[in-house]
């Protein structure tokens, strides 16, 4: 190629092409290095120029100073960090050449353990959590594990920079939240923290703990949600829900005057009787 003082305008290299044999040549007019460089562009095949359809402006990669190094624009998939250290045949050796991460490192994708990426099920795209600058660090999704539901979202839906990504579920599911009317999450005063109730595997799957001001052993088992919470408001004591139960005609009357309307303090979840006087 003509040395690196040659650097001008189109005309100059027009003349300087046509001028390199003295005048042999018929002067490319798209790309005045065709004109001696056509079969050098034949040659490469890592990337193969024609196959990959390269464009025939040599210098829009090249330098006048020699073939190598040589510069490309990957538009779809820029070389950055480890991959701008790469040589082309790295990944143009490959027939086809991969589109996507996982085309070159599947194998890379099955040697982590903790998580393993196989058994856990991670999606093909390798972008989701690591980066061009090598493996780690990567994001760590370990403290709000992509289960369930959750598998099949987008980081774009919760990850939407520059505001700040949701730490809570109620960061995403404040609609959600708002939805339901029996029970009316809102209007009974719900928690926002979903996850006492719900699982990632869908909003029906409910794990209703109560935590010890209320658990839900013995006959409260089985209850539904609606046993309780289809009252408005929702219950704090047991005689929110059994104040029938004590109308019963039971011996001592606890109707009367002064009797404790605490059921818990005589009874027991698993059922009115044996129960234990005060």
Request: glycine share 6%.
């Amino acid at each position: 190629m003509a040395p690196a003082r040659f650097a001008a305008p189109v005309t100059t290299l027009l003349l300087l092409a046509s001028a390199c044999d003295g005048g042999s040549r018929a002067v490319h007019p798209a790309d005045p290095c065709l004109t001696c460089h056509a079969e050098n562009r034949k040659r490469a095949f890592f990337p193969n120029h024609g196959a990959s359809d390269f464009p025939t402006t040599c210098l829009d990669c090249h330098t006048q100073e020699a073939w190598k190094p040589a510069k490309f624009a990957h538009a779809d998939l820029p070389l950055v960090g480890r991959h701008g250290k790469l040589e082309c045949k790295a990944c143009h050796a490959t027939k086809p050449v991969p589109i996507a991460c996982a085309g070159c490192h599947e194998k890379d994708r099955a040697r982590p353990k903790d998580p393993s990426h196989l058994a856990a099920g991670f999606p093909t795209l390798c972008e989701t959590c690591h980066f061009p600058t090598g493996w780690k660090p990567a994001v760590d999704h370990r403290k709000f594990p992509l289960t369930g539901r959750h598998s099949g979202v987008a980081c774009a839906d919760c990850h939407q920079p520059p505001a700040p990504t949701p730490a809570q579920c109620v960061g995403c599911h404040e609609k959600d939240r708002a939805r339901p009317k029996t029970p009316n999450h809102l209007q009974d005063g719900f928690p926002t923290l979903c996850e006492n109730c719900h699982l990632a595997a869908g909003w029906s799957y409910s794990r209703n703990n109560h935590t010890a001001k209320f658990p839900l052993t013995g006959g409260h088992a089985p209850r539904t949600c609606l046993d309780c919470h289809a009252r408005v408001p929702v219950p704090k004591t047991c005689v929110g829900c059994h104040d029938a139960d004590r109308t019963r005609g039971i011996d001592p009357d606890h109707r009367a005057p002064g009797f404790s309307t605490a059921c818990e303090t005589c009874h027991g979840t698993t059922a009115w009787l044996p129960a234990k006087k005060p």
